[in-house]
């Protein structure tokens, strides 16, 4: 195992109407006026802006609001809340949304009190500093919640990137299950896809000896299964709901994913498509991660065969391993299909004559890139391309 | 599942020679002037201690020392550390060692700022205010480098009990598996023991639907059967160690026993026994945990089901799962015999006679105790000697 240090210093308030605590939670964490920042009007008509607000206002929370974040949100927004922050004097940065919404608070929390361009820690700048961020959850997917990670995309060449920094960790995170019970069953399934990914990266790894990290990441993908077929025939059904979005932080705090390398190489393939597309992050990754674990599945047959085994629950062919390793990914592709999410280009609204642009956007994109893409293998243009072709 | 709140901000520096970052990480968390808290000698004679110290000295941080703490911490030297640290007008506890000087700390550490006497805290007053905590910890066991526990022996009747508060949370925990080596077969036993039994009490509860936190449970209950089996056979095993460290810290620092009722029973029942036999913790609970699942397994008996099956990987009985079940405690009781634990009274030094007295202080001994302990089930002083009786 690598040393490593872990530290996730995030409140969490879990279960039905926890959303009443966001004043009082707002004020322990030192917040005197807040920033709302949200996304379309579904947390109004819902009724949970209303109820958030009176939390505010009874503890004495003054606040100000800025809507409009969009699913692969972007930077123009980010932008727009830095300067209302900055004029309104805003201390206190509060999501009420997905990981979208949280996502684009944590830069806007980041940008406030940084005096070059916010982008620059999403070409590699370590976060150090940023206003405190609360969080009231919507979708259980991102893991935004309880991880020091946020993803952003730049208008100006629709280029997705993602930054990291203990400072992106949220004060507190409030985490009611019942209100993803309005969401649909496509955008419940595409958080179940991202969860799913958050551990398949983390397990996809090249440290050994890491059983520990390694069993609670197939425990939670084994609830993930089990959760998801059930929330997607009842979509009713708040236990399944609760499950889901305990499993969903637990996924991306990285409890189990320390001391060990991980992979992201799916992410940063389907973070191209998204960008493109603007499709919903789980559908593209649910096309993406079959064809990147065929790709990548002889770099180290044994962890495919383990999870196809412990994970999926596949019957182990000692003559052929291959086979069995095979049927793990198979099994991975059924279940996504089951739940409703797209399994090829086609379906996800992906073109094939952007195979070469997405691969070489996906490796020389960013400052930082240097015509390969690394994790638990390192890929270069062709590589990618050739991944991109097995989502057709 | 239930609603919950959930907070762990507790700092963790895992790895090889991390202890070299003790003197950063109490200034990191506000310590100027230390109170060095230890147990016996093997801490100095390792160079442990040495090394801790040269790291306080070149943060420029002041200490003082006070050592002699024994397994099942007692109350007199946390009287002594409490006059200690107010003389000495210490800002910082570090605990130096195991659970029982960890322990030993927190109870310290609250008790320094507060008007009354520590005991109140162990006699059920909720701990909200305590000194900053961080701990150098030397054994994978008790789990209370990340948890918000203490549990400590009251000379004056020889009881044992146990305070809990988020003040009882360490600032950081240093987590070197390598300072554990040095360990005796016995000791590391003893701490695999705990460990899993800190996970059974999670798993016994009667909330339904907790799946995800049913896997996690399970997945850290495999992955130290399997890392505890590696270790024993070889003790220098540096992954070996480290999964079972950081498996012991997320065991009990709750993220995995949140939502759902737990049991603590086994704890109940033992406390009695290490307080009366001064037997080392994990032994009593080698002991007790067969007989107490043994004892409660009809209260629902498919939770037994499920922990054969899953955890020990027994063959399902369709026709009699009470076979089943059974077989999953059979599987329990041979693991903690394969490393070296006793298996009844005798071994542990503890006597038939005195069932009678050791079940009355464990229903009564507490001024809070009204005659039954409760978890997974409702246990009166009957049901309790019973209990002792199976362990015969």
Known sequence: MDN???????????????????????????????????????????????RVKASLEQAGIAYVELGGVKPNPRSGLVYEGIELCRKEKVDFILAVGGGSTIDSSK???????????????????????????GTVLTIAAAGSEGSPDSVITKEDGMIKRGASGE???????????????????????CGITDIIAHLYERYLTNTQNVETTDRMIEALMKAMIHEGSKVIENPDDYDAR???????????????????????????????????????????????????FTYTLHHDLTR??????????????????????????????????????????????????????LAHTCCYGSEAANGTISGFTTLDQKDVEAIYRLML
Chains 1, 2 share one sequence.
């Open 4 to 50: 490593f240090s872990f530290y996730a210093p995030t409140y969490f308030a879990f279960g039905k109407d926890a959303e009443t605590q966001t004043g009082e939670l707002v004020k322990r964490f030192g917040g005197s006026k807040v920033l709302i920042h949200y996304g379309g009007g579904s947390v109004i008509k819902s009724g949970l802006m209303g």
């Open 107 to 133: 830069a806007i929390a980041a940008g406030t009190v940084y005096d070059g361009d916010f982008w620059d820690f999403y070409e590699g700048k370590p976060v150090t500093e940023a206003l405190p961020i």
């Open 167 to 189: 400072a992106y960790r949220a004060k507190f995170s409030i985490l009611n299950p019942a209100l993803t019970q309005t969401l649909s069953p496509y955008q419940t399934a």
């Open 242 to 292: 609760a499950n889901i979005m305990w499993a969903g932080m637990m996924a991306h705090n990285n409890s189990c994913g320390v001391g060990r390398s991980q992979d992201w190489t799916s992410h940063n393939v389907e973070h191209e498509l998204s960008a493109l597309y603007d499709c919903a992050h789980g559908a593209g990754l649910a096309v993406a991660m079959p064809a990147v």
């Open 304 to 357: 495919f065969v383990k999870a196809a085994v412990r994970v999926w629950g596949c019957e182990m062919d000692y003559e052929c391993p291959e086979k069995t390793a095979k049927a793990g990914i198979e099994a991975l592709r059924s279940f996504l299909i089951s739940i409703g999410m797209p399994k090829n280009f086609e379906e996800l609204g992906a073109r094939e004559e952007d195979i070469e642009k």
